[in-house]
């Protein structure tokens, strides 16, 4: 079983034409996939995220699951809804290859990864990206009242000391 490692596709300006022969269905239900356009003139970049972009939308995939698509590319995010990065540096670091021997605990995640992976294909999409941005949503604004709360104990802690200490 392999390990999800990012697999990168360096795009040239004649695979505009057969860019439905590149892409496979089961490309990112395996691993995170790298679309490098950054040698491509704008136009072409542009291009091509539309194009990638309408082919995961028209084979009814997500762009974040199990594995995210990640563009290479010049522009910003606002353009497209796939993940646009302006460097390979911007990339996660935990999807790049290391060469080391898993252990039995990892071999044993790593199995019940592949068996979520096989889960996540028969799931509804849009139920849950719904779902999963809800989530992120709660968990965002606890960890702003933790922020603010303990910004608010910080200073109870100062002036408890200023009290006591008498300055």
Same mark, same amino acid.
């Given at each position: 079983?392999?390990?999800?490692?990012?697999?990168?596709?360096?795009?040239?300006?004649?695979?505009?034409?057969?860019?439905?022969?590149?892409?496979? $269905?089961?490309?990112?239900?395996?691993?995170?996939?790298?679309?490098?356009?950054? $040698?491509?003139?704008?136009?072409?970049?542009?291009?091509?995220?539309?194009?990638?972009?309408?082919?995961?939308?028209?084979?009814?995939?997500?762009?974040?699951?199990?594995?995210?698509?990640?563009?290479?590319?010049?522009?910003?995010?606002?353009?497209?809804?796939?993940?646009?990065?302006?460097?390979?540096?911007?990339?996660?670091?935990?999807?790049?290859?290391?060469?080391?021997?898993?252990?039995?605990?990892?071999?044993?995640?790593?199995?019940?990864?592949?068996?979520?992976?096989?889960?996540?294909?028969?799931?509804?999409?849009?139920?849950?990206?719904?779902?999963?941005?809800?989530?992120?949503?709660?968990?965002?604004?606890?960890?702003?009242?933790?922020?603010?709360?303990?910004?608010?104990?910080?200073?109870?802690?100062?002036?408890?000391?200023?009290?006591?200490?008498?300055?």
């Amino acid at each position: 079983m392999n390990l999800p490692i990012e697999k990168k596709i360096k795009l040239k300006e004649t695979d505009l034409d057969h860019l439905n022969q590149i892409l496979r $269905e089961d490309d990112n239900l395996t691993c995170p996939l790298v679309f490098d356009l950054l $040698e491509l003139k704008d136009e072409l970049q542009k291009e091509f995220i539309g194009a990638i972009e309408n082919y995961y939308i028209t084979q009814n995939q997500s762009f974040s699951l199990p594995y995210p698509i990640y563009v290479l590319t010049k522009f910003e995010k606002t353009i497209s809804e796939l993940n646009l990065l302006q460097s390979e540096k911007n990339l996660p670091h935990f999807y790049r290859y290391r060469d080391i021997k898993l252990n039995i605990k990892e071999s044993q995640i790593l199995i019940k990864t592949k068996l979520l992976q096989q889960e996540i294909k028969n799931l509804n999409e849009t139920d849950s990206e719904k779902n999963l941005k809800q989530f992120g949503r709660n968990h965002k604004k606890i960890y702003l009242l933790e922020e603010e709360r303990t910004k608010y104990l910080s200073i109870l802690n100062k002036l408890k000391r200023r009290a006591k200490y008498g300055l």
